[in-house]
């Protein structure tokens, strides 16, 4: 069975690969581990081992879901260029994107998973057998999307790299309408978790309808500095072609993006400030500090701070073509928009709370242990998505049907 | 005879007179007014006894339109002195306005001076109440006399809005009287110690955070400034 | 309440239980009833993860189910409890009005909850929130939740007692994923705490913050359980599972006050059935200068406040 090889020779190819290579799946694994322990901690304990608490009763693990949401979504940027406007150069490198895509996902169903009080009910999620409050509840809507949008991006390079795997053209009617749908889809994973947040009038820094534009100019510019810095690296370390001009392209949409966003965040101080009613008390908190308390305060101004310089780095048409501040601004966007729409998004909806009470939240050492593993995770998922679907893709790995070489 | 009848029945007769002068009667017709005034006495005793309304029925209280049928605990069994008359029946009543000796409360702040003693406690028959009319009240009714100045919270506590339900919320409504926590001689009710504020979750603490000051207008030194 | 594992009347499912657990080569009924996950026995744990929904299970299963919640008490606290399902009363509709000119803020209310609802001493959770409030200020914001002076009520301040509103249009019922919390029909907002996964996305809905999540497993000393205990209101809960005021609806079906009432020495607490014209809570909306809080949400409260 072709499949069946397949999946075993990709199995192979990741299991294949010179020291450094070993190295880093070591590593990463460690601090899977290491996430993965003190994950049985916080199941055996429960959630008071977090630093979350009624008042504020969500917190990192959310903040990173919300965030990696976004970066899956961006995967959109490269599936567009390649399929709609056939950009050979970017057709070359979707997969790896898709990849991303992949691992971010598992990543944000990962975070909502360890940060349910009962994740051994979770079978009451699914429909029919459980009971799935679909279309009422966003969660709701978010489950589904979510698995859906993994689906999709394992279903399409599946079908493409099998295609390729074993040597035959890739039947555009079969492909092309599930990546328009992964298209759509991507945009309707991030609007969904957007309007998890903005459908409540209890939380008014939320409840605005700009959060659901504010979440996808925010997608389109940490998305692609991921995808960036991740390129170079496979250009690095690999044999892989990766053109330039996919670079620019993504450097391009990444500095519309983050204009955008921050003139999205521009839009947001001045409508709650100019006169600020008890809505705005959140905010307030959040920038400058609320009866006293301020732990966050630090933490925006220094996310606003690296928005602000990685856009001027990225206006600036020599600093963009450039490779090093071309990935200083990359990682500088990245931080400052994992910080801005993590925990500068999350906690500060239950700040004050809805009866007006302060109290503030700092994750514990569980808690960040727990989403180190999760990334670790994810981009050790990621290493060895890559490493078989580069080796399929530069024709390393091909279907040896074992009759027709004994014919030839 | 001597005077001291006379002051004792007819104070008005002895203010009437001049002061210095006396008051000569005939033995036989003060004899004839002792034994009167006796059995007026006797009489008005025991006609007062007949007079006493057996419940609120008989009140000329109208009621509420629609008021709910309500039973109301009764106070008697919880009040030390009840019933009065096993005191007061030997005592001369004195309508003067006073301080009262011991053991009652001599002190009565409801009203802060605009109402007495007899303003509520029937003067004749201790064992019950008065209400403005006059009528006698029993002490499980004593919502009656409250009303007649505090009718509107009456009337709230007649609907059950005011005052305390007891047992259930459907079916027979029984209520405390006004008088359950209410003590009609010092009705303030009395600052006492709340419980203790609510927890923080297990693991956390309260951080204590800046005072909150939140001054009305006209307290800010800037708006007071001529 | 609580009956013997090997007697013969606990019906079918019992029998067609074991004859699943043989068939899976578990071993014997008496291995599988030895008490070893947690303190229950394994088929308990079996009925417990693969229980249903409330509304889906049949009124067989219910029983089943409360008989398996009155062993866990059992066997987790060493007190023996009943378990009930009491069916709303038809025709009835909860509605509570709090006076807060005679509110004095004694918390008195706040601490017969805890008692009556078995709420974790250690988990801390609270149902009813009492804010001290400056007199001529409306301001949420403004509030102090943890005041504690000598006496109260302080010079100059007002009392509002926060719980939940057991809201018309529940923004908490929106945003359960599964389903988990509903209104019944007598008008309460309950929570199947077998069936919660601990989202705690309906903590976040909530404007009233009425919504409280067991972050660690409740501990209850076994000499404070208050054994009457309802499915859907006051029996012993799990840990990581949200939980809120359900109105006392083991006492408020019996015809009883909700623990808060009876407690409040003020008799500030109105409570009883909005659709009887005639009832107390009628005629405070109809006579009294009532309102609700956050009403610009839309989401409809049952509970009103208002002075006199």
Known sequence: MGVIRFIFDGVREMLRGPREYWAWLLFLSVVVVFGSWQYWVQFSNGLVVTGMSDQVSWGFYIANFAFLVGIAAAAVLLVIPAYIFHRKDIKDVVLVGEGMAVAAVTMAILFVIVDLGRPDRLWHMIPVIGSLNFPISLLAWDVLVLSGYLLLNLAIPFYLLYSRYRGREANFRIYFPIVVISMFWAISIHTVTAFLFSANPARPFWHTALLGPRFIASAFASGPALIIITLEIVRKVSTYKVSQSVISTLALIMTVALQINLFFVGAELFTDFYNEGAHAASIHYLFLGLGGFDSLQPWIWFALTLNIIAVIILMIHPLRKNVLTLNIACVLAFIGIWIEKGMGLVIPGFVPTPLGEIFEYVPTSVELSVSAGIWAFGVLMFTVLAKAVIAIEQGRLRYRDKKSEISQ | ?226 | MSKDPGSDDRGKFDKARRNFLRGLGMGTAAAAAQPAWGGDTLSDTFADFFQKHYQRMTSEEITETLERIERKAESRYGVEISCENTPPQPGVVFGYAINISRCKGYRDCVDACVQENNLGRDSQVQYIRVLQMDKGDSNLEHSEHYYDPETVPVEGKYYLPVQCMQCDDPPCVKACPVDATWMEPDGIVVVDYDWCIGCRYCMTACPYWARHFNWTTPEIPAEEMNTDTHFLGNRPRPRGVVEKCHFCIQRTRKGRQPACMEACPTGARIFGNLLDPDSEIRYVLQNKQVFRLKEDLGTEPKFWYFSD
């Open chain 2, 1 to 226: 005879m001597s005077p001291r009848w006379n002051a004792t029945f007819s104070t008005t007769t002895r203010h009437s007179l001049e002061a210095g002068t006396t008051v000569e009667v005939p033995s036989w017709a003060a004899i004839a007014r002792l034994l009167v005034s006796c059995l007026l006495i006797s009489a008005i005793f025991s006609a007062r006894a007949d007079e006493l309304p057996e419940s609120p029925q008989d009140s000329r209280f109208e009621g509420y339109p629609n008021a709910p049928e309500i039973r109301v605990v009764p106070r008697k069994d919880d009040l030390f002195f009840y019933p009065c008359n096993q005191c007061h029946e030997a005592i001369q009543p004195n309508a003067e306005i006073r301080p009262l000796s011991a053991p009652h409360d001599s002190e009565l702040t409801h009203g802060r001076g605009l109402i007495w003693c007899l303003s509520c406690h029937d003067v004749a028959n201790r064992d019950n109440l008065r209400t403005l009319l006059n009528e006698q009240v029993d002490f499980d009714d004593a919502h009656l006399v409250c009303a007649g100045c505090h009718a509107n919270r009456h009337k709230d506590w007649t609907f059950g809005v005011h005052g305390k339900r007891v047992d259930n919320w459907t079916g027979e409504r029984t209520q405390f009287s006004c008088t359950h926590c209410h003590d009609p001689h010092k009705p303030a009710i009395a600052p006492r110690a709340p419980q203790p504020p609510p927890p923080v979750r297990t693991g956390l603490e309260l951080t204590p955070g800046s005072e909150h000051v939140n001054e009305p207008a006209w307290a800010r030194p800037e708006v007071n400034q001529e």
